[in-house]
């Protein structure tokens, strides 16, 4: 492996990370100077000089192999996090070091957890910072690389296997190059759609801004305490909804939904299910909570629980309400979608619910053998046959992903964290969710956690954004030679 | 600014390279110490201020304590005093002049105390001060109490000590007993309102050493960096020149040096290889 034309990717990287910093500290300059510049224009300058060096030195290097691009998005994936703890170190608070690890992890990863007990307290250039974390995540800092990479063909092709699963890359019908830009158009254009639209809906610019970046990295990063409850605002919920949904949806399914091709939105079965079973599971909610008398009509119940349902179905974190006092059904329902969650090739993290597609229709299949030995039946999504090999990953995938979440919840409970937490909070971490229930419920946070635990979620965090097996592959990494 | 960061970006001389990965060491180096001179500069100012609002505190609530003690005393004195008429004026000047000293010691607290979170205390000290005066002052022009006038219009002196004392006990103890404690508490409130400005101090410290350990982390990651490109694109290549023309000049092996970079080396390797081609025909 070519460690310098790694160095030299990720050094392209932190360029881009510092650019963001820089933009954070123009917020900052903005708002009167306010206490967060000064940390950013450093943070900006060390990035961008630790980002300088690879660029001088390393030759450009065209074509990058397989073991080269997975090098690059993980040591992208790590190195932001590192410089992205940067500015809340050097602005102190709440920030030590393992909280500014995990501000920064779960910004990066589009986790949207926090540390933070007054997040109204930060400065607005340090809020902003925050979106522009996730926002930068969202898509994937690797991204980044790729869309400013003046070299272009196959080293784009590499560096994108294992950004996108498996089936996200099977579900795309275009060239790599073509899929930077559609990624980049999507993103950009529904960011913007997005905060134009919550600016009318009664926002500040900044906060528009703020929530729209994080609802479409699919974060959930708010600028206010009580999240987006703050606002108790129907139509900002509303627009918040659909953003986060069709950040939740295959890009490129978006991308050709808006240019009238054939695969659509409204043709793919992955994303009937996908709205469908967030449909059936917030009105299933909405009326449990009626039932218990939590909210006294069916219009307010349905309002709390659909958006909490499409908030933690697409890993964004919102919240509306406090998810802790539901009743058991509905906390159920949630963990479920907190399991499921969104559909491949989106800004969502979990288990997809293309898998989920794959592995119901797998276990079909197998009852119908069951009842036909002889009968040669096939897998098919949206009408493409899904070969042994992708059957195959996906069970193991599933597999791979209970036990993860059931790793994490053993290392919570060895430090005392109740069981519901525990479990939870692990699921919130794996898929890249949030708030968990219990004491890392909706309206609470991580703050309270022993340090030990808070790097074990950053942890967690990270396998969960890499794909699981995306971050199992680094501890074979001597076996790369 | 495009045209500047694509030219350091495609920069291709050895030279140049060198001199720039200096150069952004050093400026690596300067602004991290400045940032921490500055930073510490602004410490050392705000240790400064809450040092000296600090001894003013206490210098004044030291005044307001003396002044008070000094009435006290004055109001003892006054009465056991012999009754001569000099002698009960002298006494009642210094109170009259520790009455002043104590009114605009208080003034000056309320003053000081006006722009804080807890002006409350103050106000307080400023009442309780208003009351004890009070008393002074009508003691001294003999309006306090009616046994008291009696005893000194009939000058029966054993019953106006009698009743002064018990005038000092049951009233004029428990205002001076209050005053000192609102001027306790004036203190305590002080140093309160300085609990934010020494969490801020502490804060602004590690502002100041953070960034300089930041700046080391990134340095010592720069320098390993520096090592590590400067061993594959110079050392490594110039090696593998030398032990080619050693293979060359040993066993006439064809010269053969293969750059990873793009840059004076690679002349280098041609002009070599050139010179070993002429060599070659001779």
């Given at each position: 492996m070519r460690i310098h034309a790694v160095i030299r990717y990720i050094g392209m990287v932190l360029q881009f990370i510092a650019a963001f910093m820089l933009l954070s500290a123009i917020v900052s300059m903005v708002n009167?100077?306010?206490?967060?510049f000064y940390p950013l224009l450093l943070s900006s300058f060390l990035t961008s000089l630790l980002g300088l060096f690879p660029l001088i030195f390393a030759e450009k290097v065209e074509d990058i192999k397989i073991k080269e691009g997975y090098a690059i998005v993980v040591g992208s994936w790590f190195v932001a996090c590192i410089v992205g703890t940067f500015p809340y170190l050097i602005w102190?608070?709440?920030?030590s070091a393992i909280n500014a690890w995990f501000e920064s992890v779960s910004g990066f990863t589009t986790?949207?957890?926090?540390?933070?007990?007054?997040?109204?307290?930060?400065p607005r250039g340090m809020l902003f910072w925050r979106a522009a974390s996730a926002w930068i995540g969202g898509v994937g800092v690797v991204m980044f690389a790729l869309v400013i990479l003046p070299s272009m063909g196959r080293s784009r092709h590499m560096l994108s296997n294992v950004e996108l699963s498996t089936i996200a890359k099977d579900n795309f019908h275009y060239r790599s190059r073509v899929i930077i830009r559609i990624l980049t158009m999507v993103y950009v254009g529904l960011t913007a759609c997005t905060t134009l639209a919550l600016k009318l809906a009664g926002m500040t610019w900044f906060d528009a801004t703020t929530q729209a970046m994080s609802a479409c990295a699919t974060?959930?990063?708010?600028?206010?305490?009580?999240?987006?409850?703050?606002?108790?605002?129907p139509m900002i919920e509303a627009i918040l909804m659909a953003a986060m949904t069709l950040s939740a949806i295959h890009f490129g399914i978006l991308y050709a939904s808006m240019t009238g091709r054939k695969n659509n939105i409204f043709r793919s079965e992955v994303v009937r299910t996908f709205i469908g079973m967030m449909t059936i599971i917030a009105v299933a909610i909405s009326l449990s909570l009626l039932a218990e008398g939590i909210y006294d009509n069916w219009g307010e119940s349905f309002r709390h629980s659909a958006f909490q349902v499409v908030s933690v179905t697409t890993t964004s974190?919102?919240?509306?309400?406090?998810?802790?006092?539901?009743?058991p059904l509905a906390i159920m329902l949630l963990i479920i979608c907190s399991v499921v969650c969104g559909c491949a090739g989106s800004t969502s993290g979990g288990m997809k619910v293309d898998r989920m597609l794959i592995a119901s229709k797998i276990i079909r299949n197998r009852m119908k053998v069951q009842l036909h030995p002889n009968a040669v039946i096939r897998t098919k999504v949206d009408g493409a046959v899904q070969d042994e090999g992708v059957q195959s990953l996906v069970m193991t995938f599933i597999v791979a992903y209970i036990m993860t979440v059931l790793l994490g919840t053993i290392i919570y409970t060895m430090f005392g964290l109740d069981l519901v937490s525990s479990l939870t909070a692990s699921i919130a971490c794996v898929s890249n969710v949030g708030p968990g229930f219990g004491e890392v419920g909706s309206l609470d946070n991580?703050?309270?956690?022993?340090a030990v635990l808070k790097f074990n979620s950053t942890v967690l965090m990270l396998i969960g954004r890499l794909e699981i097996f995306g971050f199992i592959q680094l501890l074979f990494i001597r076996s790369w030679r | 600014m495009i045209k500047l960061l694509k030219n350091i970006f495609t920069i291709k001389t050895l030279n140049r390279r060198i001199r720039v990965a200096f150069m952004s060491l050093l400026l690596l180096l300067f602004f991290s110490g400045a940032m921490s001179l500055f930073e510490l500069e602004r410490v050392s100012k705000d240790t400064e201020d809450i040092l000296i609002a600090s001894k003013e505190n206490v210098d004044l609530a030291g005044d307001m304590l003396t002044a008070l003690n000094e009435q006290n005393d004055m109001m003892i004195t006054l009465a056991v005093a012999s009754g001569r008429y000099d002698e009960i004026k002298h006494y009642s000047d210094r109170c009259e002049e520790s009455m002043a000293q104590l009114s605009r010691s208080t003034a000056l607290a309320q003053r000081k105390m006006?722009?804080?979170?807890?002006?409350e205390a103050a106000d307080s000290l400023a009442y309780q001060v208003e009351r004890v005066n009070q008393l002074t002052r009508a003691y001294i022009r003999g309006e306090v109490h009616l046994p008291i006038i009696q005893a000194r219009e009939q000058g029966d002196t054993t019953a106006l000590v009698v009743y002064t004392h018990k005038w000092y006990i049951d009233e004029y103890r428990p205002e001076y007993e209050k005053t000192v404690s609102s001027i306790t508490d004036y203190m305590t409130g002080v140093h309160n309102t300085l609990g934010p400005e020494v969490n801020n101090l502490s804060h602004t410290a590690r502002r100041a050493v953070t960034p300089v350990f930041i700046s080391l982390v990134v340095m010592v990651v720069i320098v390993i960096m520096f090592y590590f490109f400067v061993y594959h694109y110079y050392v490594r290549p110039v090696l593998r020149i030398n032990r080619s023309l050693g293979d060359y000049l040993t066993y006439k092996k064809p010269f053969d040096g293969e750059m990873p970079c793009r840059d004076e080396l690679v002349t280098l390797r041609d002009r070599i290889a050139q010179l070993v081609n002429k060599q070659s025909k001779l």
């Amino acid at each position: 492996m070519r460690i310098h034309a790694v160095i030299r990717y990720i050094g392209m990287v932190l360029q881009f990370i510092a650019a963001f910093m820089l933009l954070s500290a123009i917020v900052s300059m903005v708002n009167d100077y306010d206490s967060a510049f000064y940390p950013l224009l450093l943070s900006s300058f060390l990035t961008s000089l630790l980002g300088l060096f690879p660029l001088i030195f390393a030759e450009k290097v065209e074509d990058i192999k397989i073991k080269e691009g997975y090098a690059i998005v993980v040591g992208s994936w790590f190195v932001a996090c590192i410089v992205g703890t940067f500015p809340y170190l050097i602005w102190g608070g709440e920030f030590s070091a393992i909280n500014a690890w995990f501000e920064s992890v779960s910004g990066f990863t589009t986790t949207g957890s926090s540390i933070l007990n007054d997040i109204e307290f930060l400065p607005r250039g340090m809020l902003f910072w925050r979106a522009a974390s996730a926002w930068i995540g969202g898509v994937g800092v690797v991204m980044f690389a790729l869309v400013i990479l003046p070299s272009m063909g196959r080293s784009r092709h590499m560096l994108s296997n294992v950004e996108l699963s498996t089936i996200a890359k099977d579900n795309f019908h275009y060239r790599s190059r073509v899929i930077i830009r559609i990624l980049t158009m999507v993103y950009v254009g529904l960011t913007a759609c997005t905060t134009l639209a919550l600016k009318l809906a009664g926002m500040t610019w900044f906060d528009a801004t703020t929530q729209a970046m994080s609802a479409c990295a699919t974060c959930g990063f708010s600028t206010k305490n009580l999240s987006v409850g703050f606002w108790d605002n129907p139509m900002i919920e509303a627009i918040l909804m659909a953003a986060m949904t069709l950040s939740a949806i295959h890009f490129g399914i978006l991308y050709a939904s808006m240019t009238g091709r054939k695969n659509n939105i409204f043709r793919s079965e992955v994303v009937r299910t996908f709205i469908g079973m967030m449909t059936i599971i917030a009105v299933a909610i909405s009326l449990s909570l009626l039932a218990e008398g939590i909210y006294d009509n069916w219009g307010e119940s349905f309002r709390h629980s659909a958006f909490q349902v499409v908030s933690v179905t697409t890993t964004s974190g919102f919240a509306t309400a406090d998810t802790n006092t539901w009743t058991p059904l509905a906390i159920m329902l949630l963990i479920i979608c907190s399991v499921v969650c969104g559909c491949a090739g989106s800004t969502s993290g979990g288990m997809k619910v293309d898998r989920m597609l794959i592995a119901s229709k797998i276990i079909r299949n197998r009852m119908k053998v069951q009842l036909h030995p002889n009968a040669v039946i096939r897998t098919k999504v949206d009408g493409a046959v899904q070969d042994e090999g992708v059957q195959s990953l996906v069970m193991t995938f599933i597999v791979a992903y209970i036990m993860t979440v059931l790793l994490g919840t053993i290392i919570y409970t060895m430090f005392g964290l109740d069981l519901v937490s525990s479990l939870t909070a692990s699921i919130a971490c794996v898929s890249n969710v949030g708030p968990g229930f219990g004491e890392v419920g909706s309206l609470d946070n991580f703050s309270a956690l022993p340090a030990v635990l808070k790097f074990n979620s950053t942890v967690l965090m990270l396998i969960g954004r890499l794909e699981i097996f995306g971050f199992i592959q680094l501890l074979f990494i001597r076996s790369w030679r | 600014m495009i045209k500047l960061l694509k030219n350091i970006f495609t920069i291709k001389t050895l030279n140049r390279r060198i001199r720039v990965a200096f150069m952004s060491l050093l400026l690596l180096l300067f602004f991290s110490g400045a940032m921490s001179l500055f930073e510490l500069e602004r410490v050392s100012k705000d240790t400064e201020d809450i040092l000296i609002a600090s001894k003013e505190n206490v210098d004044l609530a030291g005044d307001m304590l003396t002044a008070l003690n000094e009435q006290n005393d004055m109001m003892i004195t006054l009465a056991v005093a012999s009754g001569r008429y000099d002698e009960i004026k002298h006494y009642s000047d210094r109170c009259e002049e520790s009455m002043a000293q104590l009114s605009r010691s208080t003034a000056l607290a309320q003053r000081k105390m006006q722009n804080t979170d807890t002006p409350e205390a103050a106000d307080s000290l400023a009442y309780q001060v208003e009351r004890v005066n009070q008393l002074t002052r009508a003691y001294i022009r003999g309006e306090v109490h009616l046994p008291i006038i009696q005893a000194r219009e009939q000058g029966d002196t054993t019953a106006l000590v009698v009743y002064t004392h018990k005038w000092y006990i049951d009233e004029y103890r428990p205002e001076y007993e209050k005053t000192v404690s609102s001027i306790t508490d004036y203190m305590t409130g002080v140093h309160n309102t300085l609990g934010p400005e020494v969490n801020n101090l502490s804060h602004t410290a590690r502002r100041a050493v953070t960034p300089v350990f930041i700046s080391l982390v990134v340095m010592v990651v720069i320098v390993i960096m520096f090592y590590f490109f400067v061993y594959h694109y110079y050392v490594r290549p110039v090696l593998r020149i030398n032990r080619s023309l050693g293979d060359y000049l040993t066993y006439k092996k064809p010269f053969d040096g293969e750059m990873p970079c793009r840059d004076e080396l690679v002349t280098l390797r041609d002009r070599i290889a050139q010179l070993v081609n002429k060599q070659s025909k001779l």
